[in-house]
């Protein structure tokens, strides 16, 4: 694993969960204590419950429940609500990037875990069934590694990336930013994040622990960023605010402060032989929705159990190859939403120039765009490790399908595959499950609503180790289950 943030930690800590040991080292000899990416997802906080960690973060987080905006008065003139996306936290954990990677450093300490810092991948070399990385440790001395697979988590300037051939295509947004962990006194409220939209830019404000927030000033000027480089963070950082800000906000410290560059910009490839690419080394997108240390934590979550399986000799070839169509196409969808919540800032700061407002969005569309902003409905509908057996005359719900979030996948424990029966199953084909796929896949008698798996009524739903539907067989007669036995085939090995 190369690469310490967010991505390569849960990675390596998901690995371990699974069974696996893994090498993880890191360029920096030290952790950073920078805020950087604050927000985390309904989504990505079910597939924390799922690993562990989940407690943790909600303990250390402010939990924000929704987003609004408001102009340079500060009176609120638009409110996007999380409450309703059926989720069990229904609020976006808001804490330091710096505390997201401690916990998950935490978590990958109590599976056996470490993290070599000061050691720095240098190069990569493919070979035939092994990865040969040059290490460079900061006291000068290399060394060869020879590895079966490679993880790259090593960021935007990833060194697995380039080994790779690979480009960051896509754009950078205009004008610059500034990013900053700040402590203010203003009447903004602490339980959503607030968006200030003004004619000369805008003003970002999301609680963090400890009083403080995180704010993203937009639209600088060539001065404002030289002031920021040059001049007392507190001073520029005020500055900047009030420039934007008819109501008092007051500047009372500055933890960290930097200026920097939107991007939306993704790769063609996530993987390579024996190489992959987490994070940000395979896709950048604008801060607003708060999506990009997310999707970077999905992308750790997919290639863990399917690299995991592989390693144990129970993954047929098909199951690693899922990796990249499924999460290019998750990524792909997860810009298009940062790039949408892009746009609503630029046209909220248009509107403050101009005075023309836009049409609302209707109750639907504010729920869907909630759903989106909270991650919970990515989708692996063309994956090659999702299908469906429907009887003659048999019509199922349109939501979840195969490939969607299972809704409940938080109640789901343990590393396995999970067949969930609702109703009348062929005794036969349910014994047949059990003894082929033994140690790979649980099969549970399910009480709960069937249309919450993707069912009318009866039938069978798998439900893969990262919570999403893999197969839907309806009924559960001796034709359904073999169908279903025959999609396991397709990718694991039997027992």
């Known amino acids: 694993m190369i690469g310490a943030g967010p991505s ?26 920078q805020a950087r990416a604050t927000a985390v997802q309904p989504g ?34 638009g409110e996007l609500a999380f409450a309703g996306v059926d989720c069990p936290w229904e609020f976006q954990c808001s804490l330091p990037q710096w505390r997201t990677e401690q916990i998950l450093a935490e978590r990958l300490v109590e599976l056996g875990g470490v993290v070599e810092r000061g050691v720095a991948a240098a190069s990569l070399e493919e070979r035939d069934d ?10 000068g001395t290399v060394e060869a590694v020879e590895a079966e697979w490679v993880i790259g988590a090593g960021g935007a300037h990833s060194v697995t990336r380039a080994s790779m051939a690979e480009a960051l295509e896509g754009f ?14 203003c009447g903004l409220p602490r339980d959503g994040s607030n968006l200030v939209a003004a004619p000369e830019g805008y003003v970002l404000l999301a609680p963090l622990p400890d009083e403080r927030w995180i704010t993203f000033v937009g639209d600088l000027d060539d001065g404002e960023a030289e002031r920021v480089a040059s001049a ?7 500055a900047a605010i009030g420039r934007r800000v008819a109501a008092d906000i007051a500047v009372e410290d500055v933890g960290w402060a930097a200026t920097f560059r939107m991007h939306h910009r993704v790769v063609s490839r996530l993987a390579q032989g024996r190489r992959f690419l987490l994070g940000d080394a395979g896709h950048l997108s604008s801060p607003f929705g708060g999506e990009g240390l997310n999707s970077g934590l999905h ?21 690693l190859e899922s990796f990249e169509p499924e999460r290019l ?52 509908a063309d994956s090659p490790l999702v299908a469906e057996h429907l009887g003659p005359g048999v019509e199922a719900p349109a939501v979840p399908g195969p490939g969607d979030r299972y809704p409940d996948r938080t109640r789901l424990s343990g590393t396995a595959h999970h067949v969930l029966l609702f109703g009348a199953a062929d005794d036969a084909g349910v014994e047949r499950l059990r003894r082929r796929w033994r140690g790979l896949v649980d099969v549970v008698h399910a009480t709960d609503d069937p249309r919450r798996a993707g069912l009318s ?7 893969r180790p990262d919570g999403h539907i893999g197969f839907r067989a309806a009924p559960a007669d001796a034709a359904g289950l073999a169908a279903l036995d025959t999609h396991l085939d397709s990718y694991l090995v039997p027992s």
């Open 457 to 463: 009524t009866q039938g069978a739903v798998l439900v």
């Open 8 to 33: 390569g930690l849960f990675a390596a800590a998901e690995l371990a969960r699974h069974g696996v040991s893994v090498r993880i080292v890191e360029r920096d000899p030290v952790p950073h204590r």
């Open 232 to 238: 007392a963070p507190r001073d520029a950082v005020g």
């Open 329 to 380: 196409a998750a990524d792909d969808h997860v810009l298009e939403v940062s790039n949408r919540v892009d746009g609503l800032v630029r046209a909220a700061v248009e509107s403050a120039r101009t005075g023309a407002r836009r049409s609302p969005a209707t109750p639907a569309q504010l729920a869907a765009l909630a759903r989106s902003r909270c991650l919970l409905d990515v989708s692996y």
């Open 299 to 319: 992308d750790a979550h997919d290639i863990a159990w399917k690299l995991a399986l592989t390693l144990r000799g129970r993954g047929r070839p098909t199951l």
């Open 172 to 185: 950078t947004y205009p004008g610059t930013a500034l990013a900053a962990d700040v402590r203010v006194r």
């Open 44 to 77: 990505t906080l079910e597939i924390l419950a799922r690993a562990g960690p989940v407690d943790a973060a909600l303990a250390a987080a402010v939990h924000l429940g929704c987003a609004r905006v408001f102009d340079a008065d500060l009176q609120r003139v």
């Open 130 to 139: 092994s990865v040969l990385v040059g290490l460079e440790r900061a006291d």
